[in-house]
């Protein structure tokens, strides 16, 4: 499993959603945070799952900043396809 590091809550590295027979592996856990007043709360924790070969896909992209990452339709096609992309 893993953990999502600010709020402790714990994720299963895989599972398979109702009404499918795909398992899904885990790609990534957030937290949201919502300013009240002056003080931060954090609302909820969140994962992403994909399917096997996305995540093998993805893992090619590990190390990019989110810059570099946002405006570069390479690493959208290339996640939402699930086919490796060379890198430039």
């Known amino acids: 499993s893993f953990v999502e590091s600010v709020t402790g809550v ?3 590295a895989s599972l398979t ?3 499918s ?3 899904l592996a885990f790609a990534g856990a957030g937290v949201r945070e919502k300013k009240v007043a002056f003080i931060n709360v954090k609302v909820y924790a969140v994962a992403l799952y994909v399917e096997s070969g996305v ?3 993805l893992a090619a992209w590990r190390g990019q900043s989110v810059s570099s990452l946002s405006n ?3 690493f959208f096609n290339s996640a939402l396809s699930g086919k ?3 890198l430039k």
């Open 10 to 12: 714990k994720f299963p």
């Open 17 to 19: 959603s109702p009404g």
């Open 21 to 23: 027979s795909t398992q």
């Open 55 to 57: 995540k093998a896909v």
């Open 72 to 74: 570069n339709s390479a």
């Open 84 to 86: 490796r992309v060379h």
